[in-house]
């Protein structure tokens, strides 16, 4: 309803695997490379989202990729074999810090930067590789590679007008999702807060294609289909300055996102809780980041660059927590 079918399917969905195809002990930890954390943090949890290292590891992608110079998917692909399959306890994270500039024009080698960016250019440089060789594709079909199968989903935006209640609905693909904590103390209620209809007037005013003319709205916007790794932001910045939001928020090990759905009615839609990244220090600015993760051994770990050490998961649940990796 509303949004465009794909032409062309370039990874096909039966084809992902939700769960470890092999179980093992953690991978090894990553050396910081000088202002490095805020990337190794990204890389660890990645290489314990289960879908994404079972294609990894298959060397599906490598075997058939025929690009010239930097391909991030390739350059994944050796990370995770490398922390995965060998059995060094310390791996240093060399490809990645050396094509740094290619991942995203911002960072810098020497210079610290933030994980939710880095994170970002790092989806979206594996979503440029799983395209190469894939021209003139659609947008649609382009929402139909491997990344955007794992992490990507649909938010459905419904403006009214309030003067004559015309509707108008519009679809946007997503890999992650940023939510506002200044007020909210758990994700739950953010969650709230993100699909509330927020009333829109004065400078944000809408021109209404019945009314023709700008008219006070209501904008809602919900989650129209669900990813299968589903990736939130708890926005710590206070402001442009670099101050930093600092409470807890609370989040739950098992997540039902079936209530922020634009259907709310069905069977409730379960996440398991796999990977959580925690910043620490006082400013936005600087400070240090590291991350809990579930190995394939269904147990938890933290991973602070070269240490990985066990933990509980009433740990994991207890930290002032940057971003969330939830698993379908």
Wanted: hydrophobic share 35%; charged share 20%.
């Amino acid at each position: 309803e509303g949004m465009a079918r794909p032409q062309k399917i370039l990874f096909p969905p039966e084809e992902i695997c939700m769960d470890w195809q092999q179980r093992q002990r953690p991978g090894a930890g990553l050396c910081n490379l000088g202002s490095t954390c805020y990337i190794n943090v990204i890389l660890q949890c990645l290489t314990y989202t289960p879908p994404l290292a079972n294609y990894l590891l298959s060397r599906d992608h490598s075997q058939l990729c025929h690009r010239q110079g930097f391909c991030m998917m390739c350059i994944m692909e050796a990370h995770v074999r490398k922390v995965l399959r060998s059995s060094a306890s310390v791996i240093w994270p060399r490809a990645v810090v050396r094509d740094l500039k290619f991942i995203g024009e911002e960072f810098e080698p020497d210079m610290a930067g933030d994980a939710y960016e880095f994170l970002r250019c790092a989806l979206e440089a594996m979503q440029r590789a799983c395209l190469s060789g894939s021209s003139n594709v659609d947008i649609s079909s382009q929402t139909t590679t491997i990344i955007h199968q794992i992490f990507g989903g649909f938010l459905k935006s419904r403006v009214t007008c309030l003067k004559c209640q015309a509707v108008s609905d519009s679809y946007k693909a997503f890999l992650h999702v940023l939510l506002d904590i200044k007020v909210p103390s758990s994700l739950t209620t953010a969650l709230d807060d993100f699909v509330a209809p927020k009333k829109l007037d004065g400078k944000y005013c809408f021109k209404c294609s019945k009314c023709e003319k700008k008219v006070t709205i209501s904008k809602r916007v919900t989650v129209y289909h669900v990813p299968k790794v589903f990736t939130v932001c708890l926005e710590r910045a206070a402001d442009h300055t670099g101050k930093k939001i600092s409470k807890i928020v609370e989040y739950p090990e098992y997540l039902d996102l079936r209530p922020y759905m634009s259907d709310t009615a069905g069977e409730p839609l379960f996440y398991s809780l796999y990977a959580v990244v925690v910043h620490s220090g006082h400013t936005c600015l600087g400070g240090h980041f590291f991350c809990y993760t579930k190995a394939s051994n269904g147990l938890w770990y933290k991973m602070d660059d070269e240490s990985v050490d066990n933990c509980g998961i009433h740990a994991v649940l207890r930290q002032q927590a940057y971003l969330l990796f939830y698993a379908r």
